[in-house]
């Protein structure tokens, strides 16, 4: 896969980063991880002048692509730290997995639509982000051969908290993920014991939403 990142892609990176500054999100490690991944190779070419505006895009199969002020929100909440074990739900375009890739997990990520599987492991192999390992997959059940993990980060919106997340997680880790119905509530769960958790809200959101089963797997 051949693919251009120009000065003028890195100049506008640039601004989207101070962007992101006037924000409010100040994390070095964060900003750097906006500067250095291409957002327009993971996206559909008719729409690369807006690569780097804040704003969602369609990817296909009906999905988006996240807004950079929604990805710095989510990492930022996950508190990062060097070397842990994340798993995302809802891989879609890969952009968000790539920055945390940038910030030095190692990522699990679940894609359901076999489309945008297939598309996004090509792009971050790509990219060379080979701490990435994708799967195609029901993100409602996680990965229990690979558990647990010292994050959980969901990028589609769940009715519930889906319990065999929570199971999933270290004592000591976190899950930050939108949480209702239609409109959602930014949320984020501590692992406190066996089986006690901690709740904190971080205010409305609007993902698209979380389904069960996989599709596309053509
Ligand atoms: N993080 C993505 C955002 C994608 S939008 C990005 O930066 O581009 C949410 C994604 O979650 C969609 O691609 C959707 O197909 C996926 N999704 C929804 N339900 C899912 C499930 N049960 N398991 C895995 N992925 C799911």
């Keep these: 896969m051949q693919f251009v990142d120009s000065f003028r892609h890195k100049g506008l990176r ?3 980063v101070e962007v992101l500054k006037t924000q409010g999100f ?3 490690r964060l900003l750097e991880a906006f500067s250095n991944v291409p957002r327009h190779i993971f996206m ?3 729409f690369l002048k807006f690569a780097y505006k804040d704003s969602a895009f369609p990817i296909g199969s ?7 002020s929604t990805v710095a929100s989510q990492t930022t909440l996950l508190m990062i730290e060097d070397n842990i074990k994340v798993l995302e739900i809802g891989t879609g375009s890969g952009y ?3 920055i945390l890739g940038e910030m030095g997990v190692e990522l699990y990520t679940i894609e359901r639509q076999g489309k945008l599987f297939k598309k996004s492991q090509k792009v971050l192999t790509a990219l060379g982000y080979n701490r990435i390992k994708c799967f195609l997959g029901d993100g409602n059940k996680g990965l229990p051969d690979y558990a647990p993990f010292d994050r959980v980060l969901v990028t589609a919106g769940c009715r519930d908290v889906p319990e065999s997340l929570l199971l999933q997680l270290k004592i000591g880790g976190y899950m930050v993920l939108p949480v209702g119905s239609p409109k959602q509530v930014m949320t984020r769960i501590k692992r406190v014991g066996e089986h006690d958790f901690e709740k904190e809200e971080y205010g409305d959101c609007a993902f698209v939403p979380m389904l069960n089963g996989i599709s596309d797997i053509k």
């Excluded at 009906?62 to 950079?68: N, R, Y």
């Design 14 to 16: 640039l601004r989207l």
């Design 26 to 28: 100040y994390n070095k």
């Design 44 to 46: 559909d070419s008719s």
């Design 62 to 68: 009906g999905q988006t692509i996240s807004q950079p």
């Design 96 to 98: 968000q997995s790539a």
